[in-house]
């Protein structure tokens, strides 16, 4: 694609660097067939090609996000289907970070959005304010048909609806400390503990502690570890997304100061889709660049950690077909498609892929609040193939489709690492069909 940009604009690195993406889109519109929005709503300006057209625009004439931009970019579930199709290498994701922090700095949204992005941006990374935002929505749910109702409000009914009825008892593993390896001990890593996963369903990190130390890996929680910044970070909040991010890499650096770390692990792909930017995120602060950059190339899903190690042979006979949910940010953002399925196997799982795998939950960080109507149809679309798989239960390794899809379905949804761990003599995950499990123990 040919581009405009004077001298001056390309002397900012940020506006360099989306104009070097730009150059790459020959407009083919391959994207479009695989993007959820363009599939949903049929508006090219819903599309991945539409909107480069229209983040080209506002960047090459400098001017202003106005409502236009700001609707179609909004709308965008920063999936990265479009990447997984493009034959031409089109980094839409930095050119769409770049657009939402453009947006951030130059548009005035109207003050129901602004409200409502600020509580989700001050409440949600933050897992003892969302732990009390949980209680609190048990209050607020009759309330929900009212805001429902109300334009500007619908963000907070889709936050009610989200709300989980119970909230699980807060971990029994400590804030920080290291988990020693049982047996002969072969690798150190740290385990990002997270912020609403920690909370929503701290079961996860648990398992991943008790399944990597069974085999003998040393886990590390450091302290002072938080929020990786991804969900600021869509909300085009460069500087808070950039402080988050600066603090975990203070962190793992100080950690791997203390003892080596094999690994990063991270036990929700949303956040190792952005932890594995951090080296571009922060590639133009000079004293995070390198540090940033050690910390990328060191942060891994579990389930790609876990495919590296000599597995044994399971303890446990499960006997399910397991429905394996591929989240965006697995198979687009990391491009971890065979391990999870691999390890679910040879754990002695059948497992079966739902149709238009590629195709978002409508999940995607916050979406699922700032976007309630469009999200609402991924799910139901989503929901629809899964459950025509007739398999047991569901897989998959994010809390948020975890979250988006178990409000949809009543087939048990559960992290990938929890149905491992239970294989390899951890306890059997809630909700899991425990006929299943005597019959295959008979
Ligand atoms: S990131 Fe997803 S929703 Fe956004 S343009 Fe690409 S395919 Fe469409
Ligand atoms: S597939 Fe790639 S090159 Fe083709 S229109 Fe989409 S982004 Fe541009």
């Avoid at 104009?19 to 929005?37: M, W």
């Avoid at 910044?229 to 100080?254: C, F, K, P, S, T």
């Avoid at 139901?380 to 379905?409: H, W």
Wanted: one cysteine or more; proline letters at 7%; glycine letters at 8%.
């Amino acid at each position: 694609m040919q581009t405009n940009f004077t001298p001056e604009q390309l002397a900012d690195p940020d506006t360099a660097h989306s104009e070097t993406i730009l150059r790459k889109c020959v407009h083919c519109g391959f994207c479009t067939a695989t993007c959820p929005t363009y599939v949903t709503l049929g508006n090219e300006l819903d599309s991945p090609r539409g909107r480069i057209y229209l983040i080209k625009d506002m960047l090459e004439n400098g001017r202003p996000a106005d409502k236009e931009i700001v609707t179609h970019v909004d709308r965008c579930l920063s999936c990265l289907a479009c990447m997984t199709t493009c034959p031409s290498g089109v980094n839409y994701m930095h050119l769409v970070d770049h657009a939402r922090v453009h947006i951030e700095k130059t548009y005035r949204r109207p003050l129901a959005d602004r409200i409502v992005r600020s509580l989700v941006a001050a409440v949600l990374p933050h897992p003892a304010r969302f732990r009390l935002a949980l209680g609190a929505a048990r209050v607020g749910r009759p309330f929900a048909g009212i805001f429902r109702k109300l334009p500007g409000l619908k963000p907070l009914a889709a936050m009610l609806d989200l709300a989980p009825r119970a909230v699980p008892a807060p971990s029994t593993l400590p804030g920080s400390g290291a988990h020693a390896a049982r047996g002969q001990k072969r690798g150190r890593v740290a385990l990002l503990t997270g912020c609403a996963q920690s909370v929503l369903d701290p079961a996860i990190n648990e398992a991943t502690v008790r399944l990597l130390t069974s085999l003998g890996v040393e886990v590390v929680l450091p302290k002072g570890e938080g929020c990786c910044g991804a969900l600021v970070h869509h909300m085009g909040r460069e500087e808070q997304a950039l402080a988050d991010a600066r603090r975990n890499v203070d962190v793992w650096v100080a950690e791997i100061a203390r003892g080596e770390l094999d690994a990063i692990v991270i036990t929700a792909s949303g956040c190792g889709t952005t932890i594995k930017d951090y080296a571009h995120m922060l590639r133009l602060d000079p004293a995070y660049a390198e540090k940033a950059r050690i910390v990328s190339g060191l942060a891994k899903d579990v389930t790609e950690y876990l495919a590296g190690l000599d597995l044994p042979a399971p303890a446990t006979a499960p006997g399910l077909t397991v429905a394996y949910h591929s989240a965006c940010s697995m198979q687009h953002g990391q491009k971890i498609v065979a391990q999870p399925k691999m390890l679910l196997k040879r754990a002695g799982f059948a497992v079966v892929e739902p149709r238009e795998g590629h195709l978002c939950c409508g999940s995607a960080g916050t979406y699922n609040i700032l976007q309630p109507e469009i999200s609402a149809q991924l799910k139901a679309r989503k929901v629809a193939n899964i459950e025509a798989t007739r398999a047991d239960l569901i897989a998959t390794g994010n809390i948020g489709c975890m979250t988006q899809i178990g409000s949809g379905t009543t087939m048990p949804i559960v992290h990938t690492v929890m149905l491992l761990d239970w294989a390899y003599g951890g306890p059997q995950p809630a909700g899991v069909p425990a006929a299943r499990v005597l019959e295959a123990a008979e």
